[in-house]
């Protein structure tokens, strides 16, 4: 249930008046009041609106979206996003956490302040449905990641399936035996789910499993370098490594480079996502291509048509595996 205005009064012992004058800022108030008042906010997680007119009306026209980065993979996701809501006739404000709780329940908090219609959200790493509980009253949609248990709307692709049939590429019809791993530490859904594909992927070519032949890193570009080059150095037999995602394909080639490694000829290697860089690396580059854009707009029509807020749905998109030249073929 929503805090009210009158609860928070009710909490700290003073007026609606000295309330409603601490929160807008429109007549001084003593500093131990305002300190009862901001104190009586936080404890009662008080969500004040921004705008009585959106109140009294119900609707704002607004959508809020929350990312965890501004790369090109959610780049093209906002596209979406924005290309359906115009069409609906809203408008979406934007922002991004960069992976830290505390910053996305901030972004929520302001997100419901300003009386958005619905919220959708990338959950940062660490997000789980206790902490979305405060913002049940809300429609939500979460995208590319979903929290278990949580049953609200998710749109997300299928990350398990293709990571699968893209490390049986490299196992099957390359004969690759020694195939590393490098993903991002994190207990996000679309992370775990690259891992676990590539693990049924081995389980099926009947290629043990072995930690010395997974690295994870903090998903960075540098941090994959890193992540690849101990992989290398830990592996001479290594033939072909998986990265799981598109920002640390970068990383990888980077670390190919140092270590002075021809791609495929020396180690082959296979990412997911596509980047405008990759046009212009040679050899063209076998990936995982998500409806990155179809993901956007999935979600907002879901969204749209969930503002009642009663019903749950969980949509799974299909990847497409792109084969190139780096996985040898």
């Given at each position: 249930?929503?805090?009210?205005?009158?609860?928070?009064?009710?909490?700290?012992?003073?007026?609606?008046?000295?309330?409603?004058?601490?929160?807008?800022?429109?007549k001084?108030?003593?500093?131990?009041?305002?300190?009862?008042?901001?104190?009586?906010?936080?404890?009662?997680?008080?969500?004040?609106?921004?705008?009585?007119?959106?109140?009294?009306?119900?609707?704002?026209?607004?959508?809020?979206?929350?990312?965890?980065?501004?790369?090109?993979?959610?780049?093209?996701?906002?596209?979406?996003?924005?290309?359906?809501?115009t069409?609906?006739?809203?408008?979406?404000?934007?922002g991004?956490?960069?992976?830290?709780?505390?910053?996305q329940?901030?972004?929520?908090?302001?997100?419901?302040?300003?009386?958005?219609?619905?919220?959708?959200?990338a959950?940062?790493?660490?997000?789980?449905?206790e902490?979305?509980?405060?913002?049940?009253?809300?429609?939500?949609?979460?995208?590319?990641r979903?929290?278990?248990?949580?049953?609200?709307?998710?749109?997300?692709?299928?990350?398990?399936?293709?990571?699968?049939?893209?490390?049986?590429?490299?196992?099957?019809?390359?004969?690759?035996k020694?195939?590393?791993?490098?993903?991002?530490?994190?207990?996000?859904?679309?992370?775990?789910?690259?891992k676990?594909?590539?693990?049924?992927?081995?389980?099926?070519?009947?290629?043990?499993?072995?930690?010395?032949?997974?690295?994870?890193?903090?998903?960075?570009?540098?941090?994959?370098?890193?992540?690849?080059?101990?992989?290398?150095?830990?592996?001479?037999?290594?033939?072909a490594?998986?990265?799981?995602?598109?920002?640390?394909?970068?990383?990888?080639?980077?670390?190919?480079?140092?270590?002075?490694?021809?791609i495929?000829?020396?180690?082959?290697?296979?990412?997911?996502?596509?980047?405008?860089?990759?046009?212009?690396?040679q050899?063209?580059?076998?990936?995982?291509?998500?409806?990155?854009?179809?993901?956007?707009?999935?979600?907002?029509?879901?969204?749209?048509?969930?503002?009642d807020?009663?019903?749950?749905?969980?949509?799974?998109?299909?990847?497409?595996?792109?084969?190139?030249?780096?996985?040898?073929?």
């Amino acid at each position: 249930m929503k805090v009210t205005l009158k609860e928070v009064s009710k909490y700290c012992g003073l007026s609606i008046a000295t309330v409603s004058n601490v929160l807008n800022g429109t007549k001084p108030v003593t500093e131990n009041n305002k300190r009862k008042v901001l104190k009586a906010v936080q404890d009662l997680e008080y969500i004040p609106h921004e705008a009585a007119r959106q109140l009294k009306a119900g609707k704002s026209g607004l959508i809020g979206v929350l990312t965890v980065g501004y790369n090109s993979f959610f780049t093209e996701i906002l596209k979406g996003v924005e290309e359906q809501a115009t069409r609906k006739g809203f408008k979406i404000i934007v922002g991004s956490t960069e992976e830290d709780v505390q910053s996305q329940k901030e972004f929520l908090d302001s997100f419901i302040a300003k009386r958005v219609e619905g919220i959708i959200m990338a959950p940062a790493n660490g997000w789980t449905k206790e902490k979305l509980k405060k913002y049940q009253d809300i429609p939500i949609a979460l995208i590319d990641r979903w929290i278990p248990a949580y049953k609200y709307i998710s749109v997300i692709t299928n990350n398990k399936e293709s990571s699968k049939q893209l490390v049986s590429h490299l196992a099957t019809h390359h004969q690759y035996k020694h195939i590393g791993l490098v993903y991002a530490y994190s207990d996000i859904s679309s992370m775990t789910e690259r891992k676990l594909g590539y693990e049924i992927a081995l389980r099926e070519a009947r290629i043990p499993i072995e930690n010395s032949f997974m690295e994870s890193c903090d998903g960075s570009i540098e941090g994959a370098e890193e992540a690849t080059i101990k992989l290398i150095e830990k592996n001479k037999d290594l033939e072909a490594i998986y990265i799981a995602n598109n920002n640390m394909l970068l990383g990888a080639f980077k670390a190919c480079k140092k270590r002075k490694l021809k791609i495929p000829q020396d180690i082959a290697i296979a990412g997911v996502d596509t980047e405008p860089w990759m046009e212009f690396v040679q050899p063209t580059i076998t990936t995982i291509q998500q409806p990155v854009k179809q993901m956007g707009r999935e979600a907002m029509n879901l969204l749209i048509n969930n503002k009642d807020n009663k019903y749950i749905q969980h949509e799974e998109l299909k990847n497409k595996v792109v084969i190139g030249e780096s996985c040898g073929c």
